[in-house]
């Protein structure tokens, strides 16, 4: 084998490593933003189910009362979970955060007994947790009813504009791994032109002609999809086990992403392996030295 010959199959290889880099690292952006872009309602309602509302109590509430209006709650349809805590749970709280024993200070304790509840997601917005509020305080053993407003709002606000952003961004990411595949392959089929060629000039059809290039890089895609479909599977893996919630390996949705990948994978690769080597095929002799 020739020197010249040995230089074109080392670049030939290199294209071909390059190709299925760029493929791998580019379908593991696109589908992480894929999982997040289907998984935004689901993470918006996660992160809604951690706010909390704490309905606190009159003083000389009895118990019973108490337990009554904890089990109506429970039976809500807006309420996801109930948790009572004692004034005497409170004060050790307290006394955990403070550093010191207030009571023996104020020589009575001042917190209440109270209920904390978490609503499901999809009902917390503006408008019903405020008639939730409203109507809890009608009943004559609630003093009051205390949640964070504002980072409800942040929250309602903010996830939009995510979703919205992370669209945009995966769609500027199709793009790039279109245009990334086609320059690749252009490169690493022009530089067999010669070789296609010849063999146009000796009768070969283009089906025998595309073959083999179409065969090689479908592969190609499919060994890529898979190993990027894995490492995603992965990183979501170690991410909700890292905060202990099913939040993104979530639903069928979170499936179709990973299959997708591996179809879409060798469709692209096929399909700018198609037209890269068609305009090769159909180039004139004359101009072979200077395809662009």
Aim: aromatic residues 14%; hydrophobic residues 50%.
């Amino acid at each position: 084998m020739s020197i010249e010959s040995q230089y074109y199959n080392h670049r030939r290889q290199r294209l071909f490593m390059l190709l299925a880099l760029n493929l791998y690292l580019l379908l593991v952006l696109l589908g992480f933003f894929a999982v997040l872009i289907f998984n935004a309602r689901h993470l918006n309602n996660y992160f809604k189910e951690k706010l909390t509302l704490t309905v606190y109590f009159k003083d000389g509430t009895p118990r019973s009362s108490i337990k009554l209006l904890e089990k109506q709650l429970k039976n809500d349809t807006l309420v996801k979970s109930v948790v009572f805590v004692s004034k005497e749970k409170s004060a050790e709280k307290a006394k955990k955060i403070l550093g010191e024993d207030f009571i023996a200070v104020l020589g009575e304790n001042p917190l209440q007994d109270n209920v904390e509840l978490h609503l499901y997601g999809k009902y917390v917005n503006d408008s019903l947790v405020r008639r939730f509020k409203e109507r809890l305080l009608q009943n004559r053993i609630v003093d009051d009813v205390a949640y964070e407003k504002a980072i409800m709002d942040l929250l309602n606000r903010n996830m939009k504009k995510i979703g919205t952003f992370i669209l945009v961004f995966g769609l500027i990411l199709l793009f790039i791994i279109y245009f990334s595949i086609r320059n690749t392959v252009r490169l690493s089929i022009y530089n067999k032109r010669f070789t296609i060629k010849t063999m146009q000039l000796v009768g070969a059809t283009e089906g025998f002609i595309m073959r083999p290039f179409l065969w090689k890089y479908a592969v190609t895609g499919i060994i890529t999809g898979i190993a990027a479909a894995a490492s995603i599977h992965a990183i979501f893996y170690y991410i909700d086990h890292y905060i202990r919630a099913d939040l993104f390996r979530h639903g069928k949705l979170y499936w179709i992403v990973l299959i997708s990948l591996v179809l879409f994978s060798p469709l692209i690769v096929l399909i700018t392996t198609y037209f890269s080597g068609r305009k090769i095929l159909r180039m004139h002799t004359d101009d072979i030295h200077a395809f662009r």
